[in-house]
T-cell receptor, first 113, second 112 residues
Framework: DTGVSQDPRHKITKRGQNVTFRCDPI?????LYWYRQTLGQGPEFLTY????????KSRLLSDRFSAERPKGSFSTLEIQRTEQGDSAMYLC???????????FGSGTRLTVV | SQELEQSPQSLIVQEGKNLTINCTSS?????LYWYKQKYGEGLIFLMM?????EEKSHEKITAKLDEKKQQSSLHITASQPSHAGIYLC????????????FGKGTRLHILP
């Protein structure tokens, strides 16, 4: 078990471009979460999946954001038409259903220029 | 919605000194999580508290949840450079599977 993996670690993109991030959770975990963290702030909840079902989305997740977990394993988070305000650390975490706490990945740092 | 306030926002202490970080919730805490984050990295789970009055320790870090379950404190004894980072408290909902909402964090710097 290598923990939660996120790819890429860093992404620099031009405003208006689309970006996609990937998260590979711990294999036994059926819950997967996406958070966004900006400088000086705590992580803000974006969305979560139980297996392949997306059970909740935050109002922070605008129409430009979409997340998938097609086979209940890895997940992708896509941001379309990126804006400078999207610059942040995007964190993925996984857990057992009814488990204790989450295991976080190292995050993907997005910079929109 | 539940809000968590952490204090202080940042803290600078001399190596070897003790320190305390507080986390206050706007609502009853059913599950309180403490995480540590190295700058620019992911979060590392420290401990979870559920019952009022509960206290847990891991190495030199002790966390408590007060009886009324609206405040938690994290205490570090004899701080070391390895303790430097951002400490985040998070609140789960009444159900264990509720998402965790985080505070803004406390930035801890240790002076050698």
């Amino acid at each position: 078990d290598t923990g939660v993996s996120q790819d890429p670690r860093h992404k620099i993109t031009k405003r208006g471009q689309n970006v996609t991030f990937r998260c590979d959770p711990i294999s036994e975990h059926n819950r997967l979460y996406w958070y966004r963290q900006t400088l000086g702030q705590g992580p803000e909840f974006l969305t979560y999946f139980q297996n392949e079902a997306q059970l909740e989305k935050s109002r922070l997740l605008s129409d430009r954001f979409s997340a998938e977990r097609p086979k209940g394993s890895f997940s992708t988070l896509e941001i379309q038409r990126t804006e400078q305000g999207d610059s942040a650390m995007y964190l993925c975490a996984s857990s057992f259903y009814m488990g204790y706490g989450y295991t976080f990945g190292s995050g993907t740092r997005l910079t929109v220029v | 919605s539940q809000e968590l306030e952490q204090s202080p926002q940042s803290l600078i202490v001399q190596e070897g000194k003790n320190l305390t970080i507080n986390c206050t919730s706007s609502k009853t805490l059913y599950g309180l999580y403490w995480y540590k984050q190295k700058y620019g990295e992911g979060l590392i789970f420290l401990m979870m508290l559920q019952k009022g009055g509960e206290e847990k320790s891991h190495e030199k870090i002790t966390a408590k949840l007060d009886e009324k379950k609206q405040q938690s404190s994290l205490h570090i004894t004899a701080s070391q450079p390895s303790h430097a980072g951002i400490y985040l408290c998070g609140a789960g909902g009444r159900n264990r599977d509720d998402k965790i909402i985080f505070g803004k964090g406390t930035r801890l710097h240790i002076l050698p």
